[in-house]
């Protein structure tokens, strides 16, 4: 059969009978995408190490801001009871959420125990905890180990490890009537394998943990004065890059950028907003947010007009309203690379733009499609390439393969460095369950294992919140919800609509209730993700990243796909999710859940 030549810029996807390809008139960009993805192709998340799981490289993950002997505060006695469990894995917003939408729900304060292995609240969030004085119902620098289902007492029996800095771990056990894992989308900070990682003899750190007592600065006045005299290696061009690159350029005396691929740049062009503008944007975010990232959402929708909201291809990754059908899922894929490829386009001219060495700014420019991997919007980035102090290693998609005592080598070139930051990631939020990520192994109805229901693929969900077999504990994502490239959007949907679901359970029952799905809602809820899952076709052939675990998503046989489709997110973007939540409720009766008094 022939090739058939379509009228497209660059798109070559396969034809609509599958048995031939359509070759783009004008230049092939995809055949540059395949050739950079290849270059990054390997062992997926095998490559990496996760700290929380090595005794090795634990000290990876201490809380900088900790000091040795802070005592732990212990909200519930040992072996005593608390109502709600919200299990938190960063101090960060979906612990936060959950927390305060209880509180507007009718919860007390003191019903709540929120477990967090930081010192403290992280980000700028700590201000919402000073309000709704959760600080007090927080137990720091601790984590949950095990959480067993006790038919008998109709509770959750949750063993606590307290582990304050320099002191030995203490575990302790409380009886719990509802569980929430907020355990975060990128929580665990992963490092790479490589060869003589523990060969180098100078100072390292991570940036999840950045180490301010080494660089100076702090938060608030990041000078990182002390980097003056230091020759400073960077590890990753990813998105955390975009942000720290620019400081480390203004003050180290030499830096090392090591890059494996590099991330899309586009402008951020921040800009100051009328007030008019503001509260017109607040509203649009709080009712319809998702149409952001949705393919071409209208201009009414848009009253930012960033380079973000005009980003209209991310759908392929979020999900959009549009019904994608086997007969035209090449036209679909077609006429995203089509939206696109101008945008991708314009930011790798940028990089020739703003970057005065043109061989730097060819090995800068992303050649991947925009959704595949985190966009990034900065002014200062590109920039520091452009600084006497800034050398740029592109390693052409191998990374850094081995280091040595005095630094990393690659190319049979070591660079002598004072200190190694590792700018390598999180673990993708997509390996393990929910209560899995936080490191925590659940044991629900008959002693069933939460992790092993999760390993053999037989984990499903209602509304991606709860499970069969496992009564009580709730999630908040993001496998089978809606997702939206502002995910703290996305956790708010799902603590309010997890609150709900206690409240409402619990006015049913006059009391502590025992909620659980049906197999059958979760078997249609499961159908239903899976029936849009064509709309996610684009995510086909990323380049490796966490969105796809490394690649290892496009390795899972064509016979498993089915019950992977089943796991997989809202098709339909957040909007829509948020609208099929609507629906559920509006039908009463808390459909597809099994609701009993506790007693």
């Not at 009253?303 to 209209?312: A, G, V, Y």
């Not at 006429?335 to 101008?342: G, V």
């Not at 159908?527 to 690649?551: H, Q």
Request: hydrophobic content about 35%.
């Amino acid at each position: 059969m022939g090739e058939k030549t379509i009228d497209s810029v660059g798109v070559n996807v396969p034809a609509q009978d599958l048995n031939g390809p359509q070759v783009a008139a004008t230049f092939n960009y995809m055949d540059r995408y395949n050739e950079e993805r290849d270059l990054r192709l390997g062992t997926g998340v095998r490559q990496y190490i996760d700290p929380s799981k090595s005794e090795k490289y634990k000290h990876f993950l201490d809380d900088p801001w900790v000091e040795k002997g802070t005592p732990i505060n212990r909200p519930v006695k040992a072996d005593g009871h608390v109502k709600a469990l919200v299990v938190e894995d960063g101090g960060g917003f979906g612990g936060l959420l959950s927390a305060v939408r209880m509180i507007q729900n009718g919860f007390s304060v003191d019903d709540i125990l929120i477990v967090e292995p930081g010192g403290g609240f992280g980000g700028t969030w700590y201000c919402i905890a000073s309000k709704y004085g959760l600080h007090a119902r927080a137990q720091f620098q601790s984590v949950v180990r095990t959480a067993h289902w006790e038919e008998s007492t109709k509770e959750w029996k949750v063993v606590i490890v307290e582990k304050a800095k320099g002191e030995p771990e203490v575990g302790i056990s409380v009886r719990v009537d509802y569980v929430v894992f907020a355990s975060g989308l990128l929580s665990n900070a992963k490092l790479p394998q490589v060869e003589g990682f523990d060969v180098f003899e100078a100072h390292s750190f991570h940036t999840a943990r950045w180490d301010y007592a080494y660089t100076g600065g702090y938060p608030e006045q990041p000078d990182l004065a002390k980097l003056k005299d230091k020759r400073v290696a960077y590890i990753g061009t990813g998105a955390t890059a975009i942000q720290s690159v620019p400081q480390l350029a203004k003050w180290s005396k030499e830096l090392y950028i090591f890059q494996r691929t590099p991330s899309a740049v586009d402008r951020r062009d921040n800009r100051d907003t009328d007030p008019i503008g503001r509260a017109k944007w607040r509203r649009v975010k709080a009712g319809k947010e998702s149409e952001a990232g949705t393919s071409m959402p209208s201009r009414a929708m848009r009253p930012k007009n960033d380079e973000w909201t005009r980003m209209w291809s991310y759908s392929a990754l979020v999900g959009s309203p549009r019904a994608v059908t086997m007969e035209r899922i090449q036209e679909y894929v077609g006429e995203l690379h089509k939206i696109d490829y101008p945008r991708s386009e314009r930011v790798r001219k940028r990089c020739e733009e703003v970057v005065k060495d043109q061989a730097n700014a060819r090995a800068l420019q992303a050649w991947y499609p925009g959704w595949c991997k985190r966009p990034c919007f900065h002014d200062e980035y590109l920039p520091s390439f452009n600084k006497s102090n800034v050398t740029l290693v592109d390693t052409k998609g191998k990374g850094v393969g081995k280091l040595t005592a005095s630094g990393p080598e690659f190319d049979g070139k070591v660079y002598d460095v004072d200190v190694i930051i590792w700018g390598t990631g999180f673990v993708s939020p997509f390996g393990g369950s929910p209560a899995g990520r936080a490191g925590v192994q659940v044991y629900g109805r008959d002693g069933i294992s939460l992790e092993a229901r999760n390993n053999a693929g037989d984990l499903s969900t209602l509304h991606g919140a709860i499970s069969p077999d496992f009564p009580n504990i709730f999630w908040l994502g993001p496998l089978q919800t809606g997702v939206s490239p502002n995910f703290v959007f996305t956790l708010d949907i799902m603590s309010s609509h997890v609150t709900r679901l206690i409240r409402e359970s619990e006015k049913k029952v006059g009391g502590k209730a025992i909620i659980e799905p049906t197999a059958r809602a979760v078997e249609d809820w499961g159908m239903e993700i899976a029936m849009g899952a064509l709309g996610l076709a684009g995510m086909d052939g990323c380049t490796p990243g966490y969105l796809n675990m490394e690649g290892m998503v496009d390795q899972i046989p064509p016979e498993m796909r089915m019950a992977a489709a089943r796991k997989g997110i809202w098709w339909g973007g957040v909007e829509g999710f948020c609208d099929a939540l609507e629906r559920w409720w509006a039908k009463g009766g808390l459909e597809g859940l099994k609701v009993a008094a506790a007693a």
